[in-house]
């Protein structure tokens, strides 16, 4: 991998308090909190130009020259799927830990452990992809069935979306790329019964195979009344 000494941002994670404004002031997405800190996700998509440095309360994060991957712009636009920058909060990407949603409530945890889940705002590359067992889901399957959380959503990381009236068009190229740039160990489909809804089942298929990779890949049909009929495609 091709290295060359120029300017990078240093996080020091003793003084990061994981407020995150680091992460909405990069256009770049080339930091995300991981365990409520700072990190850089990728050397090839910090720019070295430090607007995240005048957004922390707390002088974390300074600039350094060393030996580094070089500042790629196309990584970059793979990276963040479309999506130009994080100026919305809500598409800061960051784990939960422990497969555990802080804001639970005592008798139905939640399963959740990153976030954003929309596939069109989900990071390609995240540490929290590392090893991951990942869940695709449609947006009406959690709705449908009562036991979601516990049932699908638990030990894995997940991406909705809706393959009626979503924009489909760039998703079987971020999800084929998210299987390709991690160590992603299986693949569960969830879907509805109605036909239009199996379009994210084609969606699956597809990324797989363009990935290259041998991995499980799993799909459960949930019924409107809330039933399931899995199947298993490898």
């Excluded at 797989?208 to 039933?227: D, E, F």
Aim: glycine share 8%; charged share 25%.
């Amino acid at each position: 991998m091709n290295t060359l000494k120029r300017k990078i941002i240093l996080i020091d994670k003793e003084k990061c308090d994981g407020c995150g404004k680091c992460v909405s002031a990069c256009a770049e997405g080339a930091i995300q909190l991981v365990n409520g800190k700072a990190q850089l996700v990728g050397e090839v998509y910090c720019d070295g130009l430090g607007a995240c440095i005048g957004k922390c309360p707390r002088d974390a994060i300074k600039i350094e020259e060393r030996e580094a991957q070089a500042f790629d712009e196309e990584a970059v636009k793979k990276h963040l799927g479309g999506v130009r920058g994080h100026s919305c909060p809500g598409s800061m990407a960051f784990s939960l830990g422990k497969n555990e949603s802080p804001l639970t409530d005592a008798a139905y945890p939640s399963a959740l452990s990153q976030w954003p889940v929309q596939l069109r705002l989900v990071p390609v590359q995240a540490p929290y992809w590392d090893k991951a067992d990942l869940l695709i889901t449609a947006d009406c399957v959690p709705f449908a069935y009562g036991d979601f959380h516990r049932k699908f959503l638990k030990g894995r990381k997940v991406v909705t979306a809706c393959p009626k009236l979503d924009d489909c068009s760039t998703y079987v190229e971020k999800l084929s790329q998210i299987l390709l740039l991690n160590d992603i160990r299986s693949v569960t489909v969830t879907h509805m019964e109605v036909p239009c809804c199996s379009g994210i089942v084609r969606m699956a298929q597809e990324s797989v195979s363009a990935s290259g990779k041998n991995m499980p890949l799993n799909i459960v049909k949930i019924t409107i009344s809330g039933k399931t009929e899995k199947r298993d495609e490898k």
